[in-house]
């Protein structure tokens, strides 16, 4: 089985914890757009059945029975992720792979630490 590559993108560890100083536009900007993706509770659960993925991916097709969702439906939430640089995907043969891009997440988790 072939690792999805991890994004090479800068944003992916932004940004500045709110906490510590003032946000920058550019931050707030990469934050808002991260926050809201995940402000879905399909979207939600999506995230954490990938993050918990034996083997680091999961094809789209076996994401809709967890959620509930139609295989469309699933599609349309994982585009918001992956627009968001949440998740990316890999085409195999037929079917969609989908894996969490972890410092990403990571970055969420970072802005939100106190002091």
Known sequence: MKELP????????????LALEPLPDA???VLSERFAA???P???????????????AVCVCDL??????SQGTVSHHLKVLSNAGLVVSEKRGRNMWY???P???EALRAALVTR
């Open 64 to 69: 809709t029975e967890p959620v509930g969702r």
């Open 42 to 56: 399909v979207r939600l659960r999506l995230v954490s059945l990938l993050a918990n993925a034996e083997g680091g």
């Open 27 to 29: 931050d707030a900007h």
């Open 99 to 101: 894996s969490i891009v």
């Open 38 to 40: 995940l402000g879905d």
């Open 103 to 105: 410092p990403a997440l």
């Open 6 to 17: 991890l994004l090479d993108r800068t944003d992916a560890e932004c940004c500045t914890p």
